[in-house]
């Protein structure tokens, strides 16, 4: 195959010139027609070429952005299909992020230099992407832990769904006395004097630790839209080019979206995302539904922002809580509204999500399915489907496909495994979720994050997971059989998310016709050992054709963003998510094994010398090489 070197390239004279090339990559392309390539090209948002030099070379013009790849691996764009990227890009900034930390020690002296440069009138907050067990101590901070890293400062961190750790300066600005009564479904712990110690617990219901940190400061006009900017850009740095989001407690609509929306009108999006529309008031759901049908409708927008339908929740009380850390929660009596929720979407061609933990859940919401199924409603052309289920049964998964649902898995589990086997055991914990089985049957798979209150929003972690089977904490939970090759691993995380948006003719795959969205990775995925998977990161990030993402060799190709405001954001100094070297002796670590060896030569040299078995002192430095 002929070389076309970047430097020094005539472009030819063309009418078709392509916007972007990049060329010497090892392209997966997910295309089974043509698997493996060398290069593409880009026009107009649009994959024109894809092939070798020789085929993308004449549709390189005078204004062709060429992109040597240096062989490195390139894939689709990412698509996390259960992702809180709205209501993560409105906090984003006030976040100090712990995702990939791996010492508590190291967390809380992030924790004590935020705490310095804080405001007053702001909190500390460390809200997911973290768990105990990825620590070295295994453990959480403690309440004396926090008060001595933040004695003014209120800092509240989140631990999962399960607890959070307020110092003393935030249970005041919460407003927690020795009067104030637990919520529903939550737990404020108490020391012997009646006072609030500093520890929230979900028992099992979230909603005291959603509402507590719901009473923090949050941002306004510009600064919204520059903290989502930049979340988007962090979700970039690992090759995710599209997200469903899924809504959530505490995220409005239409008040929250509107952010994304204002950017989306600008063309300032870097990601695109489908969202779901979620009721967020016990016994109002029905009206919300209502009002949002006569509103809009599925697919509405354009391949930057669209509605994908409604969900996660349809009514709250059919929620069941993932706090593995507590029994599962007993649901009471739900079908009469459920059922009135899940009729109004599917009359008027609405499709949803629904949260379901538990296969005792699932079970009890597929019998309204098949109640309606008997009218004609099931399947009948509207895209729903289940997310999270862990504890899914073969015959529950058997009626989802009969009824065309879908599904859509998290890696909750490798947060929440240890926790999960300790309630459950490690036979159970095997099957949570049953991955391999949904497969097996046919069913469309998507792969995501839940990120950003319980996981983190790196996918590598995601995809690390559903490969190896290991929590962060190195546990294994899911044995060979209920694991993926790296192949459908991928896909979960390419193809599946599209097909769960309706887009599967544009997205997924890098073919002629296709977005312009890919990720050149930092190690070669399909190639590394299996603990470096969460290791890798995209170095080109490129949707629609543009560079969103760019760092090593391309750092600087990508759109300039704003400056990070408020400039005391814990982004602005720490940045979001904390990476690690991997197990593999990239060229960084080997120079730093070899400084460690020169330096124990030379610790070994004086032990020699104070023992009088070598001359001493030390001679000067000599280098042969520029000896005369």
Not at 27 to 32: A, E, L, N, R, V
Not at 498 to 512: D, F, H, Q
Not at 555 to 570: I, M, Q
């Amino acid at each position: 195959m002929s070389t076309m070197p970047v430097g020094g390239l005539v472009p030819r004279a063309t009418d078709n010139a392509a916007d972007l090339v990049v060329r010497n990559a090892k392209i997966h392309t997910s295309d089974p027609v043509r698997p493996q390539a060398e290069a593409l090209a880009v026009r107009d948002g649009v994959i024109t070429v894809v092939g070798d030099d020789n085929d993308v070379a004449p549709h390189v013009g005078p204004d062709t952005k060429v992109v040597d790849a240096l062989g490195r691996r390139m894939v689709s764009g990412l698509n996390d299909a259960h992702l809180h990227v709205i209501r993560g890009g409105l906090n984003y900034v006030l976040e100090l992020r712990w995702d990939g930390v791996p010492t508590l020690r190291q967390g809380l002296a992030m924790l004590r230099e935020q705490a310095a440069r804080t405001p007053k009138g702001q909190w500390v907050r460390v809200v997911g992407g973290w768990s105990a067990e990825q620590f070295a101590e295994r453990r959480l901070p403690t309440v004396a832990e926090l008060n001595a890293a933040a004695p003014d400062t209120p800092v509240f961190v989140l631990h999962l769904y399960q607890a959070a750790v307020l110092n003393r300066a935030a249970l005041k600005a919460a407003g927690f006395t020795r009067d104030t009564p637990d919520p529903k479904g939550g737990q404020i712990v108490r020391g012997r004097d009646g006072e609030p110690t500093g520890m929230l617990l979900a028992a099992p219901s979230a909603l005291i630790l959603y509402s507590t940190l719901a009473k923090a400061p949050v941002l306004e006009g510009e600064d919204r839209k520059t903290s989502t900017r930049h979340f988007l850009r962090e979700l970039n740095r690992f090759g995710l080019t599209s997200a469903i989001d899924a809504a959530g407690g505490f995220q409005n609509f239409p008040d929250n979206y509107s952010t994304v929306v204002e950017l989306a009108k600008a063309g300032q999006l870097s990601l695109r995302i489908a969202y779901h529309l979620f009721p967020q008031t016990a016994g109002q759901e029905i009206d919300d539904l209502t009002r949002w049908i006569e509103m809009a409708r599925p697919e509405d927008g354009d391949e930057w922002l669209r509605l994908n339908g409604a969900g996660e929740n349809l009514t709250w009380a059919a929620a069941d809580f993932e706090n593995f850390a507590e029994p599962r929660p007993q649901l009471g009596d739900y079908e009469a509204e459920f059922e009135k929720a899940v009729r109004l979407l599917m009359e008027n061609g609405w499709g949803f999500r629904l949260h379901a933990t538990y296969d005792e859940t699932i079970r009890r919401d597929l019998a309204v399915f098949e109640k309606l199924a008997a009218e004609g409603l099931f399947p009948a052309g509207n895209r729903w489907l289940f997310d999270h289920a862990e504890t899914v049964s073969a015959d529950s998964l058997d009626r989802i496909a009969a009824l065309g649902g879908a599904m859509s898995v998290q890696n909750r589990l490798s947060f929440q495994g240890e926790a999960f086997v300790r309630r459950y055991g490690p036979g159970a914990a095997a099957d949570a979720p049953p991955v391999r089985a949904m497969l097996e049957r046919g069913l469309t798979v998507g792969a995501g994050t839940d990120a950003t209150r319980v996981s983190t929003y790196n996918p590598w972690v995601a995809l690390h997971w559903l490969v190896t089977g290991r929590t962060v904490g190195d546990l294994v939970v899911r044995p060979p059989h209920n694991r993926v090759d790296r192949r459908t691993a991928l896909a979960m995380f390419t193809e599946a998310g599209a097909a769960l948006t309706g887009e599967t003719s544009v997205k997924g795959v890098l073919r002629p016709g296709f977005l312009g969205d890919l990720a050149v990775l930092s190690e070669d995925y399909f190639t590394v050992p299996e603990p470096d998977i969460a290791h890798i990161e995209s170095l080109l990030t490129v949707v629609g054709g543009r560079i969103v993402y760019a760092s090593a060799e391309y750092a600087g190709l990508d759109e300039e963003l704003p400056p990070v405001s408020p400039e005391w954001s814990p982004v602005a100094h720490f940045g979001g998510y904390q990476a690690t070297p991997g197990t593999g002796l990239s060229g960084a670590r080997q120079a730093e094994l070899l400084g460690q060896a020169v330096a124990e030569s030379e610790q070994h040299r004086q032990w020699r010398v104070r023992r009088g078995l070598t001359p001493g002192p030390a001679s000067t430095f000599f280098d042969p090489c520029f000896s005369l």
